[in-house]
């Protein structure tokens, strides 16, 4: 069985290299450079090119920039869509993010109509950001929510991000096409990091404060925490690949969120995990920015169809700051 993933070279997608090989897939990457792809190779020495192998698309929102990458022979039974640019340093709203997000997304579902008639099913990283409604949160949270922000609203910096992700639905329901679609939707994802980093500066952007808190950021003030939801990556990582090994995970989102957080609550795990980064760390009683009353979520739907078990805070933690350790880069 085959699979195409897009955005080889990702946070998430590394992990979903790791388990499609585990499970049996073959398995093809994209890539936006030679380079990119050669090295990710390197990192699986003993997996042969019948295996894992890759292929270039430079830039997902160009026209027609998936039409050879769906081609293949034997041809591909599904595809897991992960490329997508995931930063808040936007400067034009409409170049650097919502056209990659949206013709990235409906890009390679007309590529797959059109080229690729053998693929079932399209999985799709989308995002808590596709689930909130910030302005009035609901009681509880889970797949029936759909954020509501307007194009024109996107065009705002803040907002950019939340409204890239519904094309695919639209697509699914406009065009009728020989794939159903599944989408995996997380909040911030932590987790230990294999794919390749040549810097620290590098790092993916929900880890940027794992990194933050080791170089001692959090010492004097602990940040604000933002979005009060996480996921480990590889929770996220396996559920992309159950989503297409269970029949029925088609034509549904997928809330994979582990529970609550709070920056303090990292700060509180690492004291306990690496006494060696007390110096790094602020007192032990500063105050945690964890609302007093806050939604709930609902992640059963997870849990029953793709049978995550999510792992606990304490567990994502430790490893992700691990993780950053062994990579050498920490000065
Ligand atoms: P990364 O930044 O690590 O990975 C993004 C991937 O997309 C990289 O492979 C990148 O390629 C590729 N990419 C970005 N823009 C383009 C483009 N224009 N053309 C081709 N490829 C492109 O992020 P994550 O792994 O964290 O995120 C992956 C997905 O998960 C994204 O869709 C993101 O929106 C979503 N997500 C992530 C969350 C998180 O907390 N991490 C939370 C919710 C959703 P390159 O390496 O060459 O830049």
């Not at 990458?69 to 409409?94: E, G, I, M, R, W």
């Amino acid at each position: 069985v085959k699979v195409l993933l897009t955005g080889g070279s990702g946070f998430i997608a590394a992990h979903i290299v790791d388990i499609l090989l585990q499970h049996g897939f073959d398995t093809v990457f994209t890539v936006r450079s030679d380079d990119k792809g050669k090295r990710i190779l390197e990192n699986h020495p003993n997996t042969p090119k019948e295996k894992l192998s890759y292929v270039i698309v430079k830039d997902v929102a160009q026209d027609g920039a998936f039409d050879e990458a769906v081609k293949s022979n034997p041809p591909f039974d599904y595809v897991l869509h992960t490329a997508s640019p995931f930063h808040f340093n936007v400067q034009d709203p409409v170049k650097d993010f919502l056209d990659p997000a949206i013709k990235g997304t409906t890009g390679i579902l007309k590529a797959i109509k059109a080229h690729a008639p053998t693929v079932k099913r399209v999985v799709i990283t989308s995002s808590f950001a596709a689930i909130v409604n910030p302005k009035q949160h609901p009681k509880v949270y889970s797949e029936k929510e759909w954020n509501p922000v307007t194009w024109e609203e996107a065009l705002d910096h803040s907002n950019v991000y939340r409204a890239s992700k519904k094309a695919a639905w639209d697509f699914v329901e406009n065009e009728k096409p020989n794939f159903d679609i599944a989408t995996i939707n997380p909040p911030l994802v932590f987790g230990p990091i294999v794919h390749y980093l040549n810097s620290l500066e590098a790092i993916n952007t929900s880890n940027q404060r794992m990194r933050n808190l080791i170089q001692g950021q959090f010492k004097e003030q602990i940040p604000p925490t933002g979005t009060f939801l996480y996921v480990d990556v590889r929770d996220v990582a396996l559920a992309h690949v159950r989503a297409i090994e269970v029949a029925e995970a088609g034509g549904k989102r997928f809330f994979v969120t582990a529970g609550f957080f709070s920056n303090k609550e990292i700060v509180d795990t690492v004291r306990k995990t690496h006494s060696e980064l007390e110096s790094k760390l602020p007192p032990k009683d500063t105050p945690s920015d964890f609302p007093s009353d806050i939604y709930e979520i609902d992640n059963s739907r997870s849990k029953e169809i793709l049978g995550i078990k999510y792992r606990s805070f304490a567990d994502t933690v430790a490893d992700t700051i691990s993780s950053l350790q062994e990579l050498k880069l920490v000065p």
